[in-house]
């Protein structure tokens, strides 16, 4: 298919919103799930499992805070140190923790809450929010914070409060970063359909391995900014997310908020789209932080090259960049069942403004180019 269907598809107009959304009665899959999972709820909570909140780490700007997590159910005995705390991407404190042996199959030691209510405490004020059908809440609040790295209360009735991190945007940032996860930072080798079972059950944090120089090139591009917010935009489970953020904290990336998925079923199908998820998840970006624009890191493998070529051509003005790692031969092929990478030429975009298309095997080679079209500044 040539790119500019693609584009539509997953772009579509300015404001437009994909038909199913508009539906009511939720898939059939879905209510499938929602019995599974409060038949699964109730027999654990007569074993006396809790409901316990997952905090994710938050983006906020000027009068508004983006709050992320999740509620599940998980036994008594579980330590607090064996709960997911994905938030761990954000806080140099959890840094110091003991790495080497954290495994993602952990996370998976629960259950999730649906319509569990959460109050979320920001200074002196309380918002009352209820998680989805999947037990994730995704909600933006009015609340002021101080720019930099700040923290939120969630707590249940009668459950212990947990803390998230929150990166706070400065309103004088002009530039913002992007980057995808598997096979842009994270060195994968796994055909797609293996990567999340890899990654939540069997690999240590520690034992990833990170794609040579990516770690460079983010903290490079986030020094030129000050302030500079960082998005880590995936097309992975939020399962994964605990190992994802210990990765990242391990391998020196940038801290920075992650946005992962739910791979179940939708009010609209068996799965999820992944394409759909990151345009979705872009323009919430992009609306929500107006006056920034941004550095779209990803690679060749499958779906980046059309997003982000979609991004530039219709809302090109929020685009600074685009930097694509080439792929090898081999995880071409595991990547997307081909060893014939997309046409870059093609995916070119015509935006309002000239917007940089930078390609290379890996982050010193796409460091070196940035500094050469003046994207990073030489110290």
């Not at 020094?223 to 935009?233: N, T």
Request: aromatic fraction near 6%; hydrophobic fraction near 45%.
């Amino acid at each position: 298919m040539s790119p500019r269907p693609l584009l539509a598809a997953q772009w579509g107009r300015r404001g437009s919103q994909h038909p199913l959304a508009q539906l009511e009665r939720p898939h059939i899959a879905a209510r499938i799930e929602d019995a599974v999972d409060a038949r699964i709820a109730g027999t654990l909570v007569r074993r006396g499992w809790t409901v316990r909140i997952v905090p994710y780490a938050g983006l906020a700007g000027p009068g508004w805070v983006r709050v992320l997590a999740r509620t599940v159910l998980a036994p008594p005995y579980v330590a607090d140190s064996d709960l997911p705390d994905s938030g761990a991407t954000a806080q140099a404190e959890h840094r110091d923790r003991d790495l080497a042996d954290v495994r993602g199959w952990r996370s998976f030691l629960t259950a999730p809450v649906a319509g569990t209510g959460v109050d979320v405490r920001i200074g002196e004020t309380t918002h009352h929010l209820v998680a989805d059908r999947a037990g994730y809440i995704d909600t933006v609040v009015e609340a002021t914070l101080p720019v930099g790295w700040q923290e939120i209360e969630l707590s249940t009735a009668g459950g212990q409060a947990v803390h998230a991190p929150v990166q706070v945007v400065d309103p004088q940032a002009r530039s913002g970063i992007v980057a995808d996860i598997d096979d842009t930072v994270m060195v994968t080798r796994l055909p797609r359909l293996m990567v999340a079972f890899w990654n939540s059950f069997v690999r240590k944090a520690a034992a990833r391995e990170a794609v040579p120089g990516m770690a460079q090139l983010l903290t490079e591009l986030a020094a030129q900014d000050p302030g500079m917010p960082v998005v880590y935009l995936s097309t992975g489970a939020w399962d994964t997310a605990p190992t994802v953020a210990r990765f990242l904290a391990v391998n020196g990336f940038p801290a920075g908020t992650l946005l992962m998925t739910d791979w179940g079923p939708t009010n609209t199908g068996w799965f999820r789209s992944g394409p759909r998820h990151k345009v979705a998840q872009l323009r919430r970006l992009f609306a929500r932080l107006d006056q920034v624009r941004w550095f779209l890191i990803g690679d060749d493998g499958q779906h980046d090259p059309t997003i982000y070529a979609g991004a530039a051509r219709i809302l090109g003005d929020h685009v600074a960049g685009v930097l694509l790692r080439q792929l090898t031969f081999a995880e071409h092929v595991l990547s997307s069942g081909t060893a014939i990478a997309p046409d870059l030429i093609g995916h070119r975009p015509r935006a309002p403004r000239p917007v940089p298309v930078l390609s290379g095997p890996d982050g010193h080679s796409l460091l070196r180019q940035a500094r050469r079209a003046g994207l990073i500044r030489e110290s």
